[in-house]
């Protein structure tokens, strides 16, 4: 399976920033709002990976302390002035960072959370292993994203738009037997629910727990 590399996604992402929203907002809506409902239930101090243009932030309780991290700096200037407009004080911080090597002390977190991003890194155990790093025992880490149909006309598809996909920043093949075995290598963590998404369940919802 070909990787994603840095320079490539951050070149993508920049050519994104000016149109995500538009593009990609509707398209977005139902996973991104189911999995800012699930952190919610949880509350406290929330990562948000991959905030992008901030497009979620204004969606969570103000009572939600939410930090924000993204390897896109056009993307963050949105969100920088996303969190300006609407005054979102309970954003504690919005960061250029490498998913890979977060810059955050163990356990810093109640929650994770990485919207549509677990497919557009470099390296997505590497992301997984600091995601789990930085989750306090007793959370969550929830991910949106495009699972890999196992067989048929889809996952034909998916392997041969694979070389355009990963021009404009992404993966599109990633099976979930990659995640499960990420899950099978760290005892602490285990999956507490999978749920698919529209639009036409090409994407989930997919929640894991770290052990108290």
Do not use: C
């Not at 929830?142 to 006309?153: F, K, P, Q």
């Amino acid at each position: 399976m070909g990787e994603l590399d840095a320079a490539t996604i951050t070149k993508a992402y920049a050519r994104w920033a000016p149109v995500y929203d538009l593009v990609f907002g509707a398209v977005f809506d139902k996973g991104r709002r189911a999995s800012i409902a699930a952190a919610e239930r949880i509350g406290g101090r929330v990562l948000e990976v991959g905030v992008g243009t901030g497009i979620s932030l204004p969606e969570y309780s103000r009572q939600t302390r939410l930090v924000g991290i993204d390897i896109s700096e056009p993307m963050l200037r949105k969100a920088q002035a996303r969190k300006r407009e609407l005054k979102l004080d309970n954003v504690e911080a919005l960061s250029v960072m490498d998913v890979g090597h977060l810059g955050f002390p163990d356990a810093s977190f109640d929650v994770v959370v990485a919207q549509y991003v677990i497919t557009a890194v470099p390296d997505p155990d590497a992301a997984l292993d600091e995601f789990a790093r930085v989750l306090k025992p007793g959370g969550e880490m929830i991910l949106v994203n495009h699972i890999s149909a196992e067989g048929g006309l889809r996952r034909t598809f998916e392997l041969q738009f694979a070389p355009i996909a990963r021009r404009l920043g992404w993966r599109p093949e990633f099976e979930w037997a990659r995640l499960q075995a990420w899950v099978d290598r760290n005892p602490t963590m285990r999956v507490i629910e999978r749920r698919p998404m529209p639009p036409l369940g090409h994407f989930s919802m997919m929640r894991f727990g770290k052990a108290e």
